[in-house]
C-alpha cells in the first residue's frame, strides 16, 4: 500500500539551513562557495539543486551531509545542529541519519552485492536476521534478486548503481543525498534509475536531495532549488514531468 507522502506545508522539515556560507582560502585568495543561504527540505520531498559548475551545488551537499562545516550560519538534521557535534558523534549522526548515493557508485569491489547493502547495518549492530530480511527486500525493490552474490565487476553500471540505491536506503535513513547519481549511465539506465528512486520516494516518502546538471533529474524532480554564485536565485515547486512509473 502506498505510503501518502505530506505536503511541503504540513511535512516537518528534515534539513534547516539559515545564514550558511561556506568560505575557501584565505586573504585576495578567499573564495565565497555559498553566500548566505537560508532554506528548508522538507519529509518527503523529491528535490533537486541545479546550476552551473562551481555554483555551489556540491558544496551544499557536502555540507548537509556533515563532510564539511559551514564557515557561517547554521545548520540542522531534524533537531540536532550539526555544527555542534564532534568528529565520532557527527560520524555516528551521519550513519544513522542520512544515506548516499555518488556518481561513482562508491561500491566495495571485494564485497558482493549482498554484502555491500548490509555494510551499514553491520555499522549498526542490526541483528543477523533482520540484516537478511532488510537486503532481501531492498533487493526485490531495485530488481536484483538472484544478484545478491555477484560482486560489482560483475553487474552494469546501471545495476551498480541500484546497488548503492539500496544501501542508501536499507537503513532507512531520513536523507538520501544523490550527488549526480546519474552522470556515468547512459540515457536508459539513467532514466531507469531515476524511476525507481522516484517510485522509492513515493513508496516510503523517503527524502532525496539530488545535485545535478541532468535534464532528466529536474524533469522528475518535485522541486528544483537553482544556485548562481553560491546564492538560490530560484526555488520551483509543483507538478512536473513525472516520467514514466515503473
Not at 42 to 59: D, I, L
Not at 112 to 127: A, K, M, P, S
Request: charged share 30%; net charge neutral.
Amino acid at each position: 500500500m502506498k505510503t501518502a507522502v505530506k505536503t511541503r506545508k504540513t511535512a516537518p522539515a528534515v534539513i534547516r539551513l539559515q545564514g550558511v556560507s561556506r568560505f575557501y582560502g584565505e586573504g585576495e585568495t578567499r573564495v565565497r562557495a555559498l553566500n548566505r543561504v537560508t532554506l528548508e527540505i522538507k519529509k518527503g520531498e523529491f528535490t533537486a539543486v541545479v546550476g552551473p559548475s562551481g555554483s555551489g551545488k556540491t558544496t551544499l551537499l557536502n555540507l548537509i551531509g556533515g563532510l564539511d562545516q559551514p564557515s557561517e550560519g547554521h545548520l540542522w538534521l531534524g533537531e540536532r545542529e550539526m555544527g555542534q557535534m564532534g568528529g565520532n558523534e557527527l560520524s555516528d549522526f551521519r550513519r544513522d541519519h542520512l544515506g548516499f548515493i555518488f556518481q561513482a557508485y562508491n561500491l566495495v569491489p571485494v564485497l558482493t552485492v549482498r554484502e555491500n547493502i548490509e555494510y551499514v547495518l553491520l555499522l549498526q549492530g542490526v541483528g543477523e536476521e533482520e540484516r537478511r530480511e532488510r537486503v532481501a527486500r531492498m533487493l526485490k525493490e531495485v530488481g536484483l534478486s538472484g544478484r545478491e552474490d555477484r560482486f560489482p565487476n560483475e553487474l552494469s553500471g546501471g545495476q551498480q548503481q541500484r546497488v548503492a540505491v539500496a544501501r542508501a536506503m536499507v537503513s532507512e535513513p531520513d536523507l538520501i543525498l544523490a550527488d549526480e547519481p546519474t552522470a556515468n549511465l547512459d540515457s536508459a539506465s539513467g532514466a531507469a534509475l531515476l524511476d525507481l528512486m522516484r517510485h522509492l520516494n513515493e513508496e516510503h516518502g523517503r527524502t532525496f536531495l539530488f545535485s545535478t546538471h541532468d535534464r532528466m533529474v529536474m524533469e522528475r524532480a518535485r522541486r528544483l532549488i537553482t544556485i548562481k554564485d553560491g546564492r538560490v536565485v530560484g526555488d520551483e515547486t509543483g507538478k512536473r514531468n513525472q516520467g514514466k512509473a515503473i
